[in-house]
């Protein structure tokens, strides 16, 4: 059995989560999340929480209750509380700056980027190199991360480039120069 499958999900006051057919909408605060399931999984839905069963124990079915059930504790969590992720822009000359609805990067190329600030999430920058950005929907806040972090990835000789709070850069000696 799916040990994180088999945990319900507590629902907290004002989100309501609807299941029809073979959809799930979760509506709270900060918005409104949609996810397709596949009919190997069941979703039931009590007063204050909702469990995630599966029909039969194919390999499918039992790949599918955990993930299922994560996903929709990611959405109660993301309508209720959202996510946030902070970004460090590192190197002489690199800065990072919010104007209008575009996240403007200065990252060692000839010409700044200029990356547009999707709905639904919020970049705020502090200081120069501080990146901080938050919205209700993991995947998406996650993929724009991602996105951000792939203009200019931190290299190890000098630990320049962009990065995620907790990541650690293993850092490289250079040449020694001495044959």
């Known amino acids: 059995m799916s040990r994180i499958g088999l945990m319900p999900v507590q629902i907290p006051d004002g989100v309501t989560v609807e299941v029809n057919n073979n959809e799930i909408t979760v509506t709270g605060a900060?918005?409104?999340?949609?996810?397709?399931?596949?009919?190997?999984?069941?979703?039931?839905?009590?007063?204050?929480?909702?469990?995630?069963?599966?029909?039969?124990?194919?390999?499918?079915?039992?790949?599918?209750?955990?993930?299922?059930?994560?996903?929709?504790?990611?959405?109660?969590?993301?309508v209720s509380k959202g996510f946030s992720k902070v970004l460090l822009v590192n190197g002489v000359g690199y800065?990072?700056?919010?104007?209008?609805?575009?996240?403007?990067?200065?990252?060692?190329?000839?010409?700044?980027?200029?990356?547009?600030?999707?709905?639904?999430i919020n970049i705020t920058v502090e200081g120069n190199n501080k990146i901080n950005v938050s919205g209700f929907n993991k995947q998406q806040l996650g993929q724009i991360c991602a996105e951000i972090r792939s203009f200019r990835p931190p290299e190890p000789y000098k630990g320049k480039g962009i990065r995620y709070e907790t990541e650690f850069v293993r850092r490289k000696i250079g040449k020694t120069g001495v044959k």
Do not use: W
């Open 30 to 78: 900060k918005g409104k999340l949609t996810q397709s399931f596949l009919l190997n999984v069941e979703i039931k839905v009590e007063k204050d929480t909702c469990r995630v069963f599966r029909k039969n124990d194919s390999k499918r079915s039992k790949s599918l209750h955990g993930l299922y059930r994560k996903l929709i504790s990611n959405m109660v969590i993301g």
């Open 95 to 120: 800065r990072a700056e919010v104007k209008g609805e575009a996240l403007i990067l200065n990252v060692g190329y000839s010409n700044s980027i200029e990356y547009p600030i999707p709905e639904g």
